[in-house]
């Protein structure tokens, strides 16, 4: 086998493969990259020079010492997924000649529903939404167009900022969203996002574009393309007004459609079709969070229950 490669040299090389070859966004190749970081800083202070010394037991070590020092056991399992992916990749590259991650075992993650709207909570979100754009005010217009759309659709918020004007289809009620690896979906929306999408761009969106604006649907004040931080502050803040309602992120909002969806009947398959979700594993989880919330309406409402 040739001299080892420079550790550095090897997770730069990763990073295109994931760049280049399996489309990974930034934001995942960036986790990958900074869960090997952590590793190679213990493998290094082992007195390691190359990722062909790292061992089974040095991983093991690995995983042991974080969860000694109270590591989530979500971190755990994701970077015990990390170290697996690279090794993998780098046995099959020839920087290493045997995967020591073959027989690494995650740590199971303890199971966990997502904290959702009720139906009521929603529709009460968006009226408080739709109050504020009352005003006029382009931003209160584009901030009711974006919550329309996020509970619409449950498309994520990275895949809301993107959307350009010409992927909304406002005849058809239809959106283009580019997702997770690159993968583009079309999902439908409802009468009242459009209405909202109208608004905001007859009405809104002209007052803030400016040249450089490019083709984003969705603008702040100053005419940039919105960014993800906006949108969670935007959700923060008016789900502060809504009595009874749990503090969520966009993706709560991105659950809760996907709840709703089923417990108004809609086929599984579909759901998971919608929001873009490459296993149906994932998807499966908003049938527990149903069964869940039947669970406890039966408990309240039955006399015998």
């Not at 755990?76 to 995967?99: C, L, M, Q, Y």
Request: net charge neutral; proline share 5%; hydrophobic share 40%.
């Amino acid at each position: 086998m040739p001299a080892p490669v420079a550790p550095d040299v090897v997770v730069e090389e990763f990073a295109r493969h994931l760049r280049g070859e399996k489309g990974r966004s930034e934001n995942t190749v960036r986790g990958y990259l900074s869960d090997l970081e952590h590793l190679w800083a213990r493998c290094e202070s082992a007195g390691l020079s190359s990722w062909t010394d790292v061992t089974l037991a040095d991983l093991r070590g690995w995983l042991g010492e974080m969860s000694r020092e109270g590591a989530a056991r979500s971190t755990v399992a994701r970077r015990s997924a990390a170290a697996r992916t690279f090794f993998g990749w780098a046995t099959r590259a020839g920087h290493v000649a045997k995967n020591p991650a073959l027989r690494l075992v995650s740590p199971k993650r303890r199971s966990h529903l997502p904290d959702v709207l009720t139906q009521t909570n929603a529709h009460d979100l968006l009226d408080v939404a739709m109050v504020a754009a009352d005003d006029d005010d382009p931003i209160h217009l584009r901030n009711r167009a974006m919550l329309e759309l996020l509970y619409a659709t449950g498309i994520r918020v990275g895949e809301l900022v993107g959307i350009d004007r010409d992927d909304v289809d406002l005849d058809r009620r239809v959106v283009r969203v580019i997702g997770k690896g690159d993968k583009e979906r079309t999902v439908p929306f409802g009468l009242p996002a459009a209405e909202a999408l109208v608004e905001w761009l007859e009405r809104g969106r002209p007052r803030v574009v400016t040249e450089s604006s490019g083709p984003a649907l969705f603008l702040g004040r100053r005419g940039r393309r919105a960014d993800q931080r906006q949108v969670r502050s935007l959700v923060h803040e008016l789900l502060s007004h809504v009595p009874d309602a749990p503090d969520l992120s966009p993706h709560g909002l991105r659950h809760s459609a996907a709840t709703h969806l089923l417990e108004g009947g809609a086929d599984l398959r579909l759901v998971q079709e919608l929001l873009g979700h490459s296993s149906m594993a994932t998807t499966q989880i908003y049938t527990h969070v149903s069964i869940d919330r039947l669970r406890q309406s039966y408990r309240q409402a039955h006399p015998r229950a």
